[in-house]
């Protein structure tokens, strides 16, 4: 049964700092992950998504990692900025065709 | 292009009552998803359409929730009665073919059950 896990579960950094977001998942025969961001009381905004053949894509300040074989994901964000706080969402699609979110991980930045 | 609607927005009921929640999702996308996302947790699926066709709804609660999608266009989503634990927000997903199987989110709908 495929598990996805965040850490950490909620993050500070001062405004300005690169910081690094994880996400892990337990059974590598994904199809693809996606990664959102979630403002309070909002739904989910779309960041970035890779394919399994895919080791990375990029977006802006925004850069996603893929290692399938160790079963993990991370978010770069590049010089962060107190708009980039939310609650930040990885999740793997499987390939039954299921899509399984980890609890996500909280950002602050702080001005 | 339009996003993914959903209505209500907020919604406050008691225990017991039963409520519906709506889902518009975007023009030709033929798969449907809705989720539920209770506080501090990611959104957990509940069922899941292409076109008017479940493909999957094991994690539904089929005792008293209750998902259609007629026409494979719009969906609704009924829960009767309702609990306590009920109380989350019910988000609407859809995906297209061809968008690199993205999933475009609604902004969800708040439910309270008191």
């Known amino acids: 049964k495929q598990e996805v896990t965040q850490i950490p579960a909620a993050l500070s950094v001062p405004e300005g700092e690169n910081l690094v977001l994880n996400c892990s998942f337990t059974?590598?025969?994904?199809?693809?992950l996606q990664w959102f961001r979630q403002d309070p009381g909002k739904g989910l905004t779309s960041l970035l998504l890779?394919?399994?053949?895919?080791r990375e894509q990029t977006s802006g300040r925004l850069n996603a990692s893929l290692d399938k074989s160790s079963g993990r994901s991370t978010l770069y964000i590049a010089a962060s900025q107190p708009g980039d706080s939310a609650t930040y969402l990885c999740?793997?699609?499987?390939?039954?065709?299921?899509?399984?979110f980890g609890p996500g991980t909280s950002l602050s930045v702080i001005p | 292009e339009a996003g993914v609607a959903q209505s209500p927005r907020y919604k406050i009921i008691e225990k017991r009552q039963s409520v519906a929640f709506w889902c518009n999702p975007i023009s030709g996308h033929a798969t449907l998803y809705w989720y539920q996302q209770i506080l501090g947790q990611g959104p957990k699926l509940l069922i899941q359409?292409?076109?008017?066709?479940?493909?999957?709804d094991s994690q539904l609660p089929k005792d008293r929730f209750s998902a259609e999608r007629l026409k494979g266009v719009d969906s609704t989503l009924k829960i009767q009665p309702a609990k306590l634990e009920d109380s989350a927000v019910y988000l609407c997903?859809?995906?297209?073919?061809?968008?690199?199987?993205?999933?475009?989110f609604g902004p969800g709908t708040r439910l309270t059950v008191l």
């Open positions: 999740a793997v699609k499987t390939s039954y065709d299921k899509v399984i």
């Open positions: 997903a859809s995906r297209g073919q061809g968008t690199g199987n993205e999933q475009f």
């Open positions: 059974d590598s025969a994904i199809y693809n």
């Open positions: 359409f292409q076109n008017n066709g479940v493909v999957d």
């Open positions: 890779i394919q399994s053949s895919q």
